[in-house]
């Protein structure tokens, strides 16, 4: 039997992240929860403002056939004209218009509408590692090819050099990802004004149009520093959100894809947004979570118990020796391994209970993602297994 080889080998390779959250989840049935250590997922440990449960019952007050039924495919417009406002609010005037919003089945789906949106087979896309890795399934899905450019290794920002030199004539789009997953950085203004230029000074020598496609999920999630809005930055932009970290709302499926104004491809690139949620076959976005976010848009997002997470662990690790890149937004630490194989690094954690990532699975050597969205007894817990691990290598 013929079938698609590529999509058997994506199906049948397992993704480390859920193999170790796999093991997790056994080794706490086989010793106790509170003796695993497992900092693997990135699934929000907070929950849903109460907002999103009223905005659920209130819904439920409509007739079934209303609640339940298809929408239009970009979404239902009072939503969308919800949103549109709520982003000129924050952003300015001309930010959004509701026309400018494909609702989505999260940012997965907005980031893979996003590619089969602009590339074509032969074209390439670039990645800054560390990168989510499920980025290469959906651009070689797309048809493209994944270019990987490693992050200044000091500061995780953009190593806009780097990406002038991988520029090619068939690049077709960059991705940035700020807050970032797995660094916990965020781009500065500087960094991402510098990396429009790179395109910009690329675009005009080859003559090619060079989209950016910014994967926004953790926007929300910031500590104290300002993430700057990408389409005031670059125009050829386009914004992929998501309300599965903002609202702790994963397993719902719900965000959007942005085509701003500004973008000079606009008029073009709205109806292949469409076109790419049609041929993909997404429909509609969940159509109670459409009204939960219109409701929802401008609640903001528990943010003090991740900055409580984040400081018991960068305080822990740091008496303990560990260099880590000081978190600004999302809830992942990226701790240098003690070793330069990560993945030894990690098996030696496993073997005290505790259960990072490696960064191998990100596309980059020698360091460990942790990730805190997890209870603040299991920080404070797992510190003296960190304490062992560290003493291990001395
Ligand atoms: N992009 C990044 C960087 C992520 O970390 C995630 C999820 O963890 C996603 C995209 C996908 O998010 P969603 O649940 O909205 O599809």
């Not at 497992?38 to 019952?57: H, K, T």
Request: charged content about 20%.
């Amino acid at each position: 039997m013929t079938i698609n080889e590529k999509n058997y080998a994506y199906g049948a390779s397992k993704s480390s992240i859920r193999e170790i959250a796999a093991y997790g989840a056994a080794r706490k049935a086989q010793i106790g929860a509170e003796n695993v250590f497992d900092f693997s997922l990135g699934n929000p440990s907070i929950p849903s403002p109460d907002a999103v449960r009223e905005s659920i019952e209130r819904s439920l007050q409509l007739p079934p056939t209303q609640l339940h039924s298809y929408t239009p495919a970009a979404g239902l417009p009072f939503v969308r004209e919800k949103l549109a406002a709520s982003l000129c609010r924050r952003y300015g005037e001309n930010t959004a218009a509701a026309g400018d919003l494909y609702l989505t089945c999260g940012a997965a789906a907005s980031l893979s509408i996003s590619f089969h949106a602009v590339v074509n087979p032969g074209d390439e896309v670039i990645v800054i590692a560390p990168y989510f890795p499920e980025y290469r399934v959906w651009i070689e899905t797309a048809g493209a090819t994944c270019v990987e450019v490693m992050a200044d290794p000091e500061t995780f920002q953009i190593d806009t050099e780097a990406v002038r030199a991988a520029v090619t004539p068939r690049t077709k789009a960059v991705v940035i990802n700020s807050p970032n997953n797995p660094v916990g950085s965020v781009y500065s203004a500087q960094n991402l004004a510098a990396l429009a230029d790179v395109l910009h000074e690329r675009e005009d020598a080859l003559g090619t149009a060079i989209y950016l496609v910014a994967d926004e999920p953790y926007r929300e999630i910031s500590y104290g520093v300002e993430v700057p809005w990408v389409p005031a930055i670059y125009d050829r932009t386009l914004v992929c959100y998501s309300y599965s970290k903002s609202l702790s709302l994963p397993g719902e499926r719900i965000g959007w894809v942005l085509v701003p104004p500004t973008n000079p491809d606009h008029d073009r690139l709205v109806p292949a947004i469409a076109g790419a949620g049609r041929s993909l076959g997404f429909v509609c976005a969940p159509a109670l979570f459409q009204r939960v976010i219109a409701d929802c848009c401008d609640v903001p997002s528990d943010v003090d118990a991740y900055a409580r997470n984040r400081e018991a662990l960068t305080r822990g690790l740091s008496e303990l020796g560990y260099h880590y890149i000081e978190p600004q937004g999302a809830f992942y630490l990226w701790v240098k391994a003690l070793e330069p194989d990560a993945n030894a690094f990690f098996e030696r954690a496993k073997s005290l209970e505790l259960l990072p990532v490696p960064s191998d699975s990100f596309g980059c050597t020698g360091w460990v993602r942790i990730g805190y969205c997890v209870s603040y007894e299991t920080i404070v817990n797992s510190m003296p297994a960190w304490k062992k691990l560290a003493e291990s290598y001395k």
